[in-house]
């Protein structure tokens, strides 16, 4: 049963829907037509980034100071992430440890990884395409 007219009722209908409660298909002119300005831009993004070699190796590299000493690692990845920068501080530590003739290398080098992070040693790490 349906109120008068005069009350007004909120009608609690989708937008989308007609009488029979069937969704009805995007009218075609309510959509926005983009203009041939964003398709060029768009186009020139994708180009740019096809020109720029987004596929390829990654090399990440890392110094370790101790004291007046250096010691280098690196690490080569599809990606830079984090996991690619520890692997590249991993082996300058190697570096490090087999130096100082550790007993232990593997002990060593997560003591001198964990160092690295709390920055009780000295450490650079770039990375870049190779």
């Known amino acids: 049963m349906r109120p008068p007219l005069g009350d007004a009722v909120p009608t609690l209908r989708a937008p989308c829907r007609d009488s029979v409660g069937q969704r009805q298909p995007p009218r075609r002119d309510a959509l926005p037509k983009p203009s041939l300005v964003v398709?060029?831009?768009?186009?020139?993004?994708?180009?740019?980034?096809?020109?720029?070699?987004?596929?390829g190796?990654?090399?990440?590299?890392?110094?370790?100071?101790?004291?007046?000493?250096?010691?280098?690692?690196?690490?080569?990845?599809?990606?830079?992430?984090?996991?690619?920068?520890?692997?590249?501080?991993?082996?300058a530590c190697r570096q490090k440890c087999a130096d100082e003739k550790a007993a232990m290398i593997d002990a060593c080098t997560a003591t001198c990884v964990t160092d690295v992070s709390a920055q009780k040693l000295g450490a650079k790490t770039t990375c870049g395409r190779k």
């Open 39 to 55: 398709w060029i831009a768009s186009l020139a993004a994708v180009a740019s980034l096809a020109a720029t070699g987004c596929s």
């Open 57 to 91: 190796p990654i090399e990440c590299k890392t110094e370790i100071t101790n004291g007046s000493t250096s010691f280098n690692g690196a690490a080569v990845g599809k990606a830079e992430d984090a996991e690619l920068r520890k692997a590249s501080v991993r082996e």
